[in-house]
């Protein structure tokens, strides 16, 4: 007898469907796919669903939300089983606990008052919480620089070259599956391209990914793709560029010309795919609308700068003078000294204050510092629709765990990104057929992260399941009202349990750090 059977669904992934099949499941893993399967313990009944592996979100924030989130309820209801988690060169390892450790990665939430001097650390810690989603580490190569050469603008020598590697090989060694640059924070920005290949290739030697959130997505959109392929060949790595993306009205359409430089590079023999996001709104730090080279000496030295009248007014006119987001297209997100700021216009709350919306921007940065977070309408529909069916894009959230009670103001996409690609993308746009669109949310993001025995429905595979409604699936989350979970999602199991049944969660806890191995299995 069969642990669960999940009977009478259209069964698709990457590889397969859809076709009308029954899927056996016995100790965690796929037994069989096929009809007259025989009995089981627990029947779902997926009649009318589709039935396809659990999505893979391959870019998310989240390991500095589960610690204080591990049910993870936003990503079982939308499908979500597994979340690679460090990217854009943030991960809470390997740092020590000091305040510049606290602050990296705090504007994704500042309640999580704990870093870990490792992967291993972290993750005997998240585990011990009861983890709802799997999770699939890389390593930040922000927090590697960070606890080697602190938060200023210094060039790496050669000894300092040696200790970031021998960090990042401590953690792939640990069971990262790749590392990850922000060179758009501090302190991944003040990375040449001579130190990012150096880091690469010792991911490469460990057949990782190296995920970057390049150096510019607006004005210097096509440079900072030049400069991702220039160390993917230095590197000779598997090359993921994060959330493709033309940002600012005036660089709408240029998206063309980056994807071009992509599928040419890929000719050429770089390993090189990209993930996107489907929404025309990010969200970052506030502090990300001045450009890098002002957080040269730190944060903190920003902060003090401030308050020099002369400094601010200086700062202003570099907001001032056309900013990668125009400033009436941002909404202030976390503020954690104003709560009540949390959901508004940048440009309504200035008038309420009666000041210049840069003057604002300002004011937050030096109470708050990195902490304040944005989401910001940057992005062009047609550039977005353009990379989401690009052969060689996959989605991802560029979001993180929460919760329908959390504080404050979200971006719909840590609810309903994958919910969203169905229901809009999907079936009311026809933009993307069914199959490819499974195959993006979860078997080519399983196989690029390299986890070879998930994201498919086929026998040996873990039981990592979605069914979904696809005719009633409805995202809810909006801009406006953000904090909602999505309908339309029956049932979901994490290594053969039912995480989500009857579109509620379990409380299963199913869910662990999963370890990278090399020509292994995750």
């Not at 740092?95 to 606290?102: E, I």
């Not at 606890?147 to 603008?153: F, I, M, Q, R, T």
């Not at 460990?206 to 150096?215: D, E, I, N, P, Q």
């Not at 004005?219 to 959330?243: K, Y």
């Amino acid at each position: 007898m069969h642990d669960i059977l999940i009977r009478g669904g259209l069964v698709v992934d990457g590889n397969r469907g859809p076709e009308r099949a029954d899927v056996a499941v016995s100790g965690g893993r796929i037994e069989a796919v096929g009809r007259g399967l025989g009995a089981a313990g627990t029947v779902v009944d997926a009649s009318g669903g589709v039935v396809a592996p659990g999505f893979v979100d391959i870019h998310t924030h989240s390991d500095f939300t589960l610690p204080l989130r591990p049910r993870a309820e936003a990503k079982l209801l939308q499908g979500v089983t597994t979340d690679v988690t460090g990217n854009c060169g943030f991960s809470p390892f390997p740092l020590a606990s000091d305040q510049p450790a606290l602050r990296h990665g705090s504007f994704v939430d500042s309640a999580l008052a704990d870093r870990w001097p490792s992967l291993d650390a972290f993750a005997e810690d998240l585990e011990s919480r009861g983890l709802g989603i799997n999770v699939a580490p890389l390593v930040g190569l922000g927090a590697v620089r960070l606890a080697v050469l602190g938060e200023e603008d210094v060039r790496a020598d050669s000894w300092a070259l040696d200790e970031m590697r021998r960090l990042v090989r401590e953690s792939l060694a640990a069971g990262a599956y790749g590392a990850s640059s922000g060179l758009v924070y501090a302190p991944s920005c003040f990375a040449d391209v001579d130190e990012l290949a150096t880091l690469a290739s010792v991911v490469a030697e460990a057949g990782g990914v190296y995920a970057t959130h390049m150096r510019n997505e607006g004005d210097h959109l096509l440079e900072s793709v030049d400069e991702a392929l220039e160390v993917g060949r230095r590197a000779n790595c598997a090359l993921q560029i994060s959330h493709l993306k033309a940002l600012g009205r005036r660089n709408w359409g240029r998206i063309g010309a980056a994807l071009e430089r992509i599928e040419e590079a890929s000719h050429d023999g770089v390993d090189v795919w990209v993930d996107v996001y489907p929404y025309t709104a990010g969200s970052s730090t506030l502090i990300s609308l001045l450009p890098s080279d002002e957080l040269a000496a730190g944060g903190s030295a920003l902060q003090a700068r401030l308050a020099d009248e002369g400094e601010r007014r200086r700062l202003m006119g570099l907001l001032g003078d056309a900013p990668t987001f125009d400033l009436v297209d941002v909404v202030l997100a976390t503020v954690p000294s104003r709560p009540e700021l949390a959901g508004r216009r940048l440009a309504d709350a200035a008038r309420d204050a009666g000041v210049a919306p840069a003057e604002l921007v300002l004011d937050l940065i030096a109470r708050e510092g990195p902490d304040v977070s944005m989401v910001a309408f940057g992005m062009d529909e047609e550039d977005v629709r353009r990379v989401l069916v690009h052969p060689r894009a996959v989605i991802g959230s560029d979001g993180w765990t929460m919760a329908i009670d959390s504080a404050g103001y979200a971006h719909p996409r840590s609810f309903a990104f994958a919910v969203r690609l169905l229901a809009h993308y999907v079936r009311d746009d026809a933009l993307i057929g069914l199959r490819e669109a499974i195959a993006k949310l979860s078997t080519l993001p399983a196989r690029r992260i390299g986890l070879a025995d998930r994201g498919v429905i086929e026998p040996g595979a873990v039981a990592d399941v979605v069914v979904f409604d696809l005719e009633r699936l409805s995202e809810e989350s909006t801009f406006e009202t953000p904090l909602l979970h999505p309908h339309g999602i029956q049932a979901v199991l994490v290594s053969g349990r039912l995480a989500v049944e009857d579109g509620r969660e379990t409380g299963a806890a199913a869910g662990r750090v999963l370890r990278h191995r090399v020509n292994g299995r995750g």
